[in-house]
C-alpha cells in the first residue's frame, strides 16, 4: 500500500470524502483478507464476504476488535513479516498489559504524514520552534510522530525531554522556541517555577502550546479549568491533540479551536454506543477506528475505549470533516460511586480548580461489596486544618458523595505519578478487581 503523501483532501465536499473512504476500505478489506490471521479468521467465523463490504455504511456489518484481541493476540494482527517491520512502538499499558504496535517504513512515512498535518492544522509553518517536553524514547509512539511531521513542515525542533522546569526556562531563554508540545498540566508547573523565580513568562518568545495528553476543554469546547488558568497567567494560544497509539493517527484542533480535526484520508471514525449504534452529533460514544493506509498492524472498527463526542457542520477554518471533543472519559475507567457515575478527566477538572492544592493521585478500588471507592492522594498548599476543611466541603459541594483523603509529601506524589513508564505523569490508579 502506497501513503497519500501528496493529497490533503480535508477540504473536499463530503461525497468525494465518502468516495475516497470507500475505496480505501476495499483496498483495506482485501488487504487484511490476504495478510491478517486475526481478520482472516474474523471474516470467516462470521461469513463475511469482503466483496459485500463496499460502503462505509456496510462497515456495520463487520464485529468491532477491543484491546483484549490486541493483547490476547497481537502477533496475529501483523500483516507482514519480521523483515519489514522497523519500529516496535508500544501503549502505555494504563489499562492493563501493554500491546505492541510494529510499524513499517511505510507507516512511518504515514506518521510523519499525519503528524505533519496535525501541526499545519494547528498554525505551524517552517518559522516555527518547537520545544518538545516530552519523551522520544521508550517505545512512546507520540514524540517519534512529532518530531518527524514538524520535520517535514521545516520548522525548528529542541527535544527537551519531560520534567526539570528549570531546564526548560533555560533553554526557553536561550533558544526561544515559539511553540511547546507539552502536558497541560506540566505547563502549569513551567508557570508556577516562572512566577516563583521571576521570569516574564508573557516576554517570552513561545506563542502557542500543543497540549498533549490531558484535557484543556470542556466537551463545550470551551476552556476548562486547567486550560484558564494556563490562559490567565500565560498570554499563549492552546491547541489540543488526541492520539492513541493503536490508531497512529491524531485529531488537531486548529487555531479556532473546536474540536480535534478528523484526518479523513487516514481513518474512518465512527462513535458508538454500548449496542455498536453509532450515537447522533453531541451525544458521547466510543471512538472506534478502522485505519486507512496501514501496512504492518491495520486496524478494522477498533474501539478505542476513548469516549467522546462528535460535531459535523464545517469548521470556520474550512476543513469539512468532524471533529472530536475532549475525551469525557475511558469507558474502562468510568467510576460508579455512591450513585453517581464519574470520569477521571472530571474529577481531574474540580481537583485542577482548588486553590488548596498543588498535585493529586485519585486512586480508586472495590471495597468489600464491590462497590468503587475513591482514594484522594493530595499534595496541599499547606497543612492546615483550615485547609483541610475547605478541599473536604468543596469536594462534598461539587460530588455530592465524599472520597477518602489523604495528605500525602512532595516526593510521595512524584513516585506515584513517574512509577511505571515515566512518559508521563500517572494522576489516576485503578485497583479495582
Ligand atoms: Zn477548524
Redesign the pocket.
Known amino acids: 500500500m502506497t501513503t497519500p503523501l501528496t493529497h490533503t483532501p480535508i477540504y473536499q465536499s463530503r461525497e468525494e470524502i465518502v468516495a475516497m473512504q470507500e475505496q480505501k476500505l476495499q483496498q483495506l478489506l482485501a488487504y487484511l483478507n490476504q495478510n491478517s490471521p486475526f481478520y482472516k479468521e474474523l471474516f470467516a467465523a462470521n461469513n463475511i464476504d469482503i466483496a459485500d463490504i463496499k460502503t462505509l455504511d456496510d462497515l456495520k456489518r463487520i464485529p468491532t476488535t477491543v484491546k483484549e484481541d490486541l493483547q490476547t493476540r497481537n502477533d496475529d494482527f501483523m500483516c507482514v513479516g519480521r523483515d519489514k517491520i522497523i519500529e516496535y512502538s508500544s501503549t502505555s499499558g494504563t489499562l492493563g498489559s501493554p500491546v505492541t504496535i510494529a510499524l513499517t517504513e511505510n507507516d512511518l512515512q504515514r506518521l510523519t504524514y499525519n503528524e505533519y498535518s496535525s501541526f499545519i492544522c494547528a498554525d505551524g509553518s517552517p518559522d516555527d520552534v518547537y520545544q518538545l517536553m516530552l519523551t522520544l524514547d521508550r517505545q512512546f509512539m507520540a514524540g517519534l510522530a512529532y518530531y518527524s511531521g514538524i520535520r517535514m513542515i521545516g520548522a525548528g525542533i529542541i527535544r527537551l525531554g519531560p520534567g526539570v522546569p528549570s531546564l526548560q526556562w533555560d533553554t526557553i531563554l536561550r533558544l526561544k522556541p515559539t511553540a511547546i508540545v507539552a502536558v497541560p498540566s506540566f505547563i502549569h508547573k513551567l508557570i508556577q517555577y516562572a512566577t516563583e523565580h521571576h521570569i516574564d513568562i508573557n516576554s517570552s518568545t513561545v506563542k502557542k502550546a500543543i497540549c498533549i495528553g490531558e484535557n484543556i476543554r470542556n466537551t463545550d469546547f470551551s476552556l476548562n479549568i486547567l486550560g484558564k488558568k494556563i490562559t490567565d497567567a500565560w498570554d499563549i494560544k492552546l491547541y489540543s491533540t488526541y492520539a492513541s497509539t493503536e490508531m497512529q493517527t491524531a485529531f488537531t484542533e486548529?487555531g479556532?479551536g473546536?474540536g480535534g480535526?478528523h484526518q479523513p484520508e487516514l481513518l474512518i471514525v465512527e462513535l458508538l454506543d454500548e449496542h455498536n449504534q453509532q450515537v447522533a452529533p453531541g451525544e458521547p460514544g466510543e471512538v472506534t477506528i478502522t485505519t486507512l493506509g496501514v501496512e504492518g498492524m491495520p486496524l478494522l472498527r477498533y474501539k478505542t475505549g476513548d469516549i467522546c463526542q462528535y460535531y459535523d457542520e464545517p469548521?470556520?477554518?474550512g476543513?469539512t470533516t468532524l471533529r472530536l471533543s475532549s475525551i469525557i472519559g475511558r469507558k474502562k475507567q468510568m467510576i460508579k460511586f455512591k450513585g453517581t457515575t464519574l470520569y477521571p478527566p472530571s474529577l481531574f477538572d474540580l481537583l485542577n480548580g482548588m486553590e488548596e492544592i498543588l498535585d493529586f493521585v485519585a486512586e480508586v478500588y472495590s471495597n468489600e461489596i464491590g462497590m468503587d471507592e475513591v482514594l484522594l492522594h493530595i499534595l496541599p498548599i499547606n497543612y492546615t486544618d483550615e485547609c483541610d476543611r475547605k478541599i473536604r466541603a468543596n469536594l462534598q459541594a461539587r460530588l455530592r458523595v465524599s472520597p477518602y483523603v489523604t495528605y500525602v509529601q512532595y516526593d510521595e506524589i512524584q513516585k506515584m505519578q513517574y512509577k511505571e513508564s515515566g512518559r508521563k505523569p500517572f494522576k489516576f490508579i485503578d485497583r479495582r478487581k
Open positions: 486548529c479556532h473546536k480535526h469548521c470556520e477554518c476543513r
